[in-house]
Nanobody
Framework: QVQLVESGGGLVQAGGSLRLSCAAS????????MAWFRQAPGKEREFVAA????????YYTDSVKGRFTISRDNAKNTVYLQMNSLKPEDTAVYYC??????????????WGQGTQVTVSS
């Protein structure tokens, strides 16, 4: 069982930056690949980025490549999403996800509760 708690969301102007954090409970964090998803109002949840167990491999959806960076600190049981050059279309609830397998499409075994990111124009 893995419990995930996101933080770091908020309101930012277009062009600004935010860093999301996701803290995981338990001693098995390093056994899971991690990912971020987002869901905008009236839209389906979509994949944003994923990182493998060691942090050596990552993958991004095209719309965030070059602007977002996913990373992890296994000693702190935490995964991050650094978001730069934010756009109004990045506005969404961002969810942290854990999966047993690093694969794309990412298969999620556990979800966090989400954190709101709002980008004003």
């Amino acid at each position: 069982q893995v419990q995930l708690v996101e933080s770091g969301g908020g309101l930012v102007q277009a062009g600004g930056s935010l860093r999301l954090s996701c803290a995981a409970s338990g001693r098995t964090f390093r056994e899971y690949a991690m990912a971020w998803f987002r869901q905008a109002p009236g839209k389906e949840r979509e994949f944003v980025a994923a990182i493998d167990r060691s942090g050596g491999r990552s993958y991004y959806t095209d719309s965030v490549k070059g602007r977002f960076t996913i990373s992890r600190d296994n000693a702190k049981n935490t995964v991050y999403l650094q978001m730069n050059s934010l756009k109004p279309e990045d506005t969404a609830v961002y969810y942290c996800a854990a999966g047993r397998v690093y694969d794309i499409p990412f298969t999620t075994d556990y979800w966090g509760q989400g954190t709101q990111v709002t980008v004003s124009s």
